[in-house]
């Protein structure tokens, strides 16, 4: 999603969805919509921790896209070394609709699932979730940075001012909503920066 990227790791395991071993990967924004690098680097990251033993090895990985994003997986997999673990990409088909998902079993083949089969609501199951996940932490971390930054641009804000109006007002939302006289309150606040505060969030 370019500002703030985030890949994330979705685990199945025992016939359901183990959300205590998911993570999310802060990634480098992917430049011009290419996001093999930053499918690499997640990848990489991931996988160094199962080669030390961090994380046991996966019965199946998938991968959430096509003919290249398969092969940038088989890549990393074979760089660290894991010839053995079993991967299969899933990628919307051209309509883009639910049901008319492609499975890549390989960097070749191609497989289309019947719309009703269990496998494909496995997997589809499996994508929505990794898709879920990634999307939550995406905003998280773009408010955060967004609310740091809108503070940060102000002058006379340090850490200690910027800390001490997101407190009293609890979030940026508070300090957005809060008028000249609110700010005013806030200690260490003075009156001239209070209403340049309230001129530089509105």
């Not at 407190?167 to 606040?189: N, T």
Request: net charge positive.
């Amino acid at each position: 999603m370019g500002e703030a990227a985030v890949a994330s790791c979705v685990i199945f395991d025992r016939l359901a969805m183990q959300t205590g071993e998911y993570r999310r990967f802060n990634v480098k924004p992917p430049t011009g919509g290419d996001d093999y690098a930053a499918l690499r680097e997640a990848l990489t990251r991931r996988v160094a921790r199962i080669v030390s033993g961090e994380y046991p090895a996966p019965d199946l990985l998938v991968i959430d896209g096509g003919k290249g994003q398969v092969a940038v997986a088989a890549d990393v997999l074979a760089e660290q070394g894991l010839h053995t673990t079993q991967l299969i990409g899933i990628a919307k088909g051209p309509e883009r609709k639910p049901g008319l998902e492609i499975v890549f079993p390989d960097g070749d083949r191609t497989l289309t699932l019947p719309a009703d089969h269990p496998g494909l609501h496995l997997l589809q199951r499996i994508r929505d979730e990794a898709h879920r996940f990634a999307i939550q932490g995406h905003r998280a971390r773009r408010g955060k940075a967004r609310t740091t930054s809108s503070l940060q641009e102000i002058g006379g804000i340090g850490s200690k001012r910027r800390h001490a109006l997101l407190a009293h007002f609890g979030g940026l939302r508070g300090v957005q909503a809060a008028s000249v006289d609110d700010l005013a309150r806030v200690p260490g606040i003075s009156r001239a920066l209070a209403q340049r505060i309230f001129a530089q969030l509105h």
